[in-house]
């Protein structure tokens, strides 16, 4: 009888275990252990001195299991389809709100958008003077003003570290380049990922309560403090950040729509994980930065030879470039470094990766027509070396 009652004891309380380790889980820790990317819609807005709020930012972040991130910006040049006509995504969070942003958000990803965060830049300044500011890099000084937001922005150039309204600055800045704008706030993310990292264990969760504390989100405390320590444990070379890309809208240049099939491609490779890319899928642009006779030409067919699709050759915009540049969209990374793989190992350590905001295209004429990687070959570059 007391064997029984031991054994009786041991089940109830093997039961008891099991009842706590399920239910004591989030339901983002859960989708995470069942091999599934947890989505999150992140808004970013002025509420100071309006009667609506203004959207400054939108994008979805992405933890997916086994250590990546992924950040999706939305750019405020994307319009969309209404019954009164087009407007910006931005332009409808006063009327749809956060969820209809979520609605509209997951059905041109594709993906499902339970949860979503809005930060105002109070909760902004707040977050970064919480981990002790951020270290960027200003490539030009930044000067701009907007009086009817009392807006008085200048950022010498340098490296140095920004507090809470410095870099509530940095990202609000305007000079009419809205992908200029995205990749700054894309620097400024990286920087505080860096700086979030660093913080003490101890001070760990008081952070993160703080934060959570100076956000609007449908997350549970629980689930943002797993969330937190998802994203905490992405390696920076893990975490991946791109913009949505857009085409002229048909008869309405000045408007922008998602480019549909580049979108699919993005989506796949970040929120999916890479995908296997096939040659004849890479269209190669070979440009000769030498003084070099032929060696585009000669450049070319050896592409051609290897499966590649090569789009034309010519000389570039000079004949002294030092080294050779792979210049890539964004989201064509995976296919630059298809290309630079293929390449023979004695060159390719002089090969540079530059996307297409990093590399002046004005060089070149700007981003040709039916071409994902654009290869300008510089001195000692020679695929018969």
């Known amino acids: 009888m007391r064997r029984v009652a031991i054994g009786i004891g041991l089940v109830l309380t093997g039961v008891a275990v099991t009842l706590f380790i399920l239910f004591s889980q989030t339901e983002v820790t859960r989708t995470l252990r069942q091999g599934s990317p947890v989505y999150v819609l992140v808004v970013g807005v002025d509420e100071g001195g309006q009667s609506t709020a203004h959207v400054h930012s939108v994008a979805v972040a992405v933890v997916q299991p086994g250590g990546r991130a992924s950040w999706i910006s939305v750019p405020r040049t994307l319009t969309w389809p209404t019954a009164t006509g087009w407007t910006s995504l931005y332009a409808l969070y006063p009327s749809e709100g956060i969820a209809g942003m979520a609605r509209r958000l997951s059905a041109l990803l594709e993906v499902p958008l339970p949860y979503w965060v809005v930060m105002d830049f109070t909760g902004l300044r707040t977050t970064v003077d919480l981990v002790g500011g951020v270290e960027v890099m200003v490539e030009t000084r930044l000067v701009y003003q907007d009086r009817s937001q009392n807006l008085f922005i200048d950022i010498p150039p340098g490296r140095q570290t920004l507090d809470g309204a410095k870099a509530l600055d940095f990202v609000r800045y305007e000079d009419g380049d809205e992908l200029a704008r995205l990749v700054r706030q894309h620097q400024f993310l990286r920087a505080l990922g860096e700086k979030a990292r660093a913080i003490p264990s101890a001070a760990w969760r008081t952070t993160v309560e703080a934060i959570y504390d100076a956000a609007r989100t449908n997350l549970t405390l629980w689930e943002a403090l797993d969330l937190a320590r998802a994203f905490g444990d992405v390696p920076p070379e893990r975490a991946t950040f791109a913009i949505i890309p857009t085409i002229p809208r048909a008869g309405a240049s000045s408007d922008q729509v998602p480019d549909l099939v580049r979108l699919r491609r993005l989506t796949q490779s970040l929120v999916r994980g890479p995908t296997f890319l096939t040659r004849d899928e890479i269209r190669v642009l070979v440009l000769n930065g030498t003084g070099q006779k032929l060696l585009a030409t000669r450049t070319g067919a050896w592409l051609a030879d290897r499966g590649f699709q090569v789009t034309g050759t010519s000389d570039a915009d000079r004949s002294n470039y030092p080294t050779t540049y792979l210049v890539v969209r ?38 040709p027509q039916h071409t994902d990687v654009i290869l300008i070959l510089g001195a000692g570059f020679d695929v018969q070396s």
């Not at 293929?342 to 002089?350: E, K």
Request: net charge negative; proline share 5%; glycine share 16%.
């Open 330 to 367: 964004e989201e064509d990374r995976a296919k630059g470094k298809a290309l630079l793989e293929a390449l023979p190992p004695g060159v390719q350590g002089g090969v540079q990766i530059k996307t297409d905001r990093e590399f002046d295209l004005a060089r070149v004429g700007g981003w």
